[in-house]
Each structure stands twice: as structure tokens, then as C-alpha cells.
């Protein structure tokens, strides 16, 4: 028994790992239909300090972790776009499937990974 559950405990921390290894960083569109095309309005990268989207990109700064959250960040966004430039708050954070969360004052939009 103690053999079964030893591998079960294992077999869920190694799940539990690779999925927080799938990091907010990528490439992310509305769908997975949209991540076949080679242009969408609605994609957007994410590195380690920016978000590109279609007509418009925002600065990452200051980022914080959130406890009991380990794949969830709270940045400072500084974004550019069509001459403008504006600033909020950002969480970004991943799914069970590695699929992008962004949660603004503004609301909360998900966006499904192409790579």
C-alpha cells in the first residue's frame, strides 16, 4: 500500500511540476483555429518583461508573486500603441491546460496557447 501510494504522490508532484513549468510566457490567440493563421488581431506574445499585441505593446515591471497562486504574476504595465501610451495592472497567469489568464481592473480574458 505504502509502494502505491509513494508512486501516486510522485506521479501527482511531477504532473504538479510540468504544468507550473508551462509559464505565462508565449505565443497565445483566441483560438486554436487562429493560432494556424499566419496573422491575427486577436494574438498577443508574452516574454518575461513585455506583451505584444497586434497594434499596441506593454512594458512588464515590477512583478509579484501571489501566494497560493505559483503560476500567477501581478505586473506594472506601461503600453504603447497608435501614439498613445497608458498604464495599468495586470495578472497573468496560466490554466490546467497552459492556456493564458489576464485579469485587469477592465475584466478577465483568456487566450489559448499556440506555442
Known amino acids: 500500500m505504502?509502494?502505491?501510494s509513494f508512486t501516486l504522490i510522485a506521479a501527482l508532484l511531477t504532473t504538479a511540476t510540468s504544468l507550473s513549468a508551462q509559464s505565462t510566457t508565449g505565443i497565445f490567440d483566441i483560438s486554436k483555429e487562429a493560432?494556424?493563421?499566419e496573422?491575427?488581431?486577436?494574438?498577443?506574445e508574452v516574454t518575461l518583461t513585455a506583451i505584444q499585441f497586434w497594434e499596441s505593446s506593454c512594458d512588464l515591471t515590477n512583478?509579484?508573486?501571489l501566494r497560493g497562486l505559483p503560476d500567477a504574476k501581478l505586473y506594472d504595465a506601461v503600453c504603447y500603441g497608435e501614439g498613445e501610451e497608458?498604464?495599468?495592472?495586470?495578472?497573468?497567469?496560466?490554466?490546467y491546460r497552459g492556456d493564458l489568464i489576464r485579469y485587469t481592473?477592465?475584466?478577465?480574458w483568456t487566450s489559448v496557447r499556440c506555442q
Open 2 to 4: 505504502r509502494l502505491i
Open 35 to 37: 493560432c494556424s493563421h
Open 39 to 44: 496573422f491575427s488581431d486577436g494574438r498577443l
Open 63 to 65: 512583478p509579484t508573486n
Open 86 to 95: 497608458w498604464t495599468y495592472r495586470v495578472m497573468l497567469a496560466t490554466d
Open 105 to 108: 481592473q477592465e475584466g478577465a
